[in-house]
């Protein structure tokens, strides 16, 4: 059995989940706006939502797009497991994002108020998901003989 998994196809299981995800909750952050849910505290709510998935998908999008711009291919990989924690971390997070933001219509506090008493649970869970993504997607590329520069001579 294989308990390894290519760096590259980790880290499109876990921009598929990101980006899928959070697009839709964006949209109906979006849709909420525009239907005036938020009322006058719209910048607040923005202000709230940005951060719960901004950073992640920006984080992913440079490393993919920095890796697409290289000419060979990226033969590093990962456990297996390390990979499987990560995603289903990922996917409990979005779950609990997505449950704040949904059952919002049905909590006795005003949203912006249920929004950031939401922060109790979301930062501590985004730190924790945000360093086994940061892992995936920040880890060097080891340099091989051939691309290694030697020092120039003074």
Same mark, same amino acid.
């Given at each position: &059995?294989?308990?390894?998994?290519? !760096?590259?196809?980790?880290?499109?299981?876990?921009?598929?989940?990101?980006?899928?995800?959070?697009? +839709?909750?964006?949209?109906?952050?979006?849709?909420?706006?525009?239907?005036?849910? /938020? %009322?006058?505290? *719209?910048?607040?709510?923005?202000?709230?939502?940005? #951060?719960?998935?901004?950073?992640?998908?920006? !984080? &992913? &999008? %440079?490393?993919? %797009?920095?890796?697409? +711009?290289?000419?060979?291919?990226?033969?590093?990989?990962?456990?297996?497991?390390? /990979?499987?924690?990560?995603?289903?971390?990922?996917?409990? /997070?979005?779950?609990?994002?997505?449950?704040? =933001?949904?059952?919002? #219509?049905?909590?006795? &506090?005003?949203?912006?108020? !249920? /929004?950031?008493?939401?922060?109790?649970?979301?930062?501590?869970?985004?730190? =924790? *998901?945000?360093? %086994?993504?940061?892992?995936?997607?920040?880890?060097?590329?080891?340099?091989?003989?051939?691309?290694?520069?030697?020092?120039?001579?003074?």
């Amino acid at each position: &059995m294989n308990d390894r998994i290519l !760096l590259s196809e980790a880290r499109w299981g876990l921009s598929k989940i990101w980006f899928i995800w959070g697009g +839709m909750l964006f949209l109906i952050i979006v849709i909420q706006s525009i239907f005036g849910r /938020y %009322g006058e505290q *719209v910048k607040e709510a923005w202000s709230w939502f940005i #951060p719960t998935i901004v950073p992640t998908l920006s !984080l &992913m &999008m %440079g490393v993919l %797009g920095a890796e697409a +711009m290289l000419s060979n291919d990226d033969v590093r990989n990962v456990k297996k497991n390390f /990979y499987i924690i990560t995603w289903w971390l990922s996917f409990g /997070y979005l779950l609990v994002l997505s449950v704040t =933001i949904l059952l919002e #219509p049905f909590a006795p &506090m005003k949203t912006i108020d !249920l /929004y950031l008493l939401s922060n109790f649970w979301l930062s501590p869970f985004q730190g =924790i *998901v945000g360093g %086994g993504v940061a892992l995936l997607f920040t880890s060097q590329r080891k340099e091989s003989p051939a691309e290694t520069v030697p020092p120039a001579a003074e």
